[in-house]
């Protein structure tokens, strides 16, 4: 039963081919490329196995389900231009017995650069497997995840890479495109204040670096600590500034 690979991305030509890489035993993997400027659809062109789709990004949730309708199988490995799976865990997706009442879930590795972080963000387990005529991605356009109520789960034995990060600047970046993102989502639905920003920010900084135990991760753990209070911060008072938007809007 074949398995195509589903990849959304936006400049990923730091680490895209080593994601395509590893992917040469699919013989279907559809990169959706949205605006980008690098050298990605030139990397991703190169690749026999691959589909090289443009279009739009229309928040993370619906963009996967578009790039999804590309796929020539019904079974959707989503991945991300970042991540890079080994030998092992492809071995072992080649093996199963799928079944169209099952999302699969998979071990992922996180890293800053080269260096695994075990503490801040360690492994973590993700919905990544799904049959496309069963079920999708959510309609969120940031912490989208595959829809999976009232299917069964089954966890794979092997793990993958990822790579979120490649310099301090790409934390700056990406946490001002997901606080946009979670703020756009939630205008009218979640309320907010310039208290709840700062208290949600400072927490998460002490949640990552203190409880979880991130100073182990070095200067490493520091960066992702506050990354994490930065991003949480704008999340919230972004929301909060766009509620009041909305708001005077209405005359309210």
């Not at 991760?217 to 704008?234: C, P, W």
């Amino acid at each position: 039963m074949g398995v195509s690979v589903v990849i959304i991305v936006k400049n990923g030509a730091a680490t895209l081919s080593s994601c395509l890489e590893s992917l040469k035993a699919f013989d279907d993997v559809v990169v959706y490329n949205n605006g980008s400027t690098d050298d990605t659809a030139a990397i991703a062109s190169t690749y026999s196995n691959v589909q090289l789709v443009e279009g739009e990004f229309i928040g993370f949730g619906p963009t996967k389900n578009a790039a999804a309708e590309y796929a020539v199988h019904d079974w959707i490995l989503s991945l991300d231009a970042d991540e890079v799976m080994d030998e092992a865990i492809v071995r072992e997706i080649m093996s199963l017995a799928l079944e169209p009442k099952t999302v699969y879930t998979l071990l992922r590795k996180n890293f800053y650069k080269s260096t695994e972080i075990r503490h801040c963000w360690g492994a973590d387990e993700i919905v990544r497997i799904y049959n496309r005529k069963t079920t999708r991605y959510s309609d969120k356009h940031v912490h989208e995840h595959i829809l999976s109520e009232g299917l069964s789960r089954y966890t794979l034995h092997n793990s993958f890479s990822h790579y979120p990060y490649q310099s301090i600047s790409e934390f700056v970046i990406k946490a001002d495109r997901y606080s946009t993102l979670f703020a756009t989502d939630n205008v009218g639905k979640k309320s907010s204040s310039p208290a709840k920003a700062f208290f949600n920010g400072l927490y998460s900084f002490f949640r990552t670096y203190i409880l979880k135990r991130g100073f182990l991760d070095g200067y490493a753990g520091l960066i992702i600590a506050f990354s994490h209070m930065a991003t949480n911060f704008y999340k919230y008072i972004k929301l909060y500034e766009l509620n009041l938007e909305q708001k005077n809007q209405r005359g309210e």
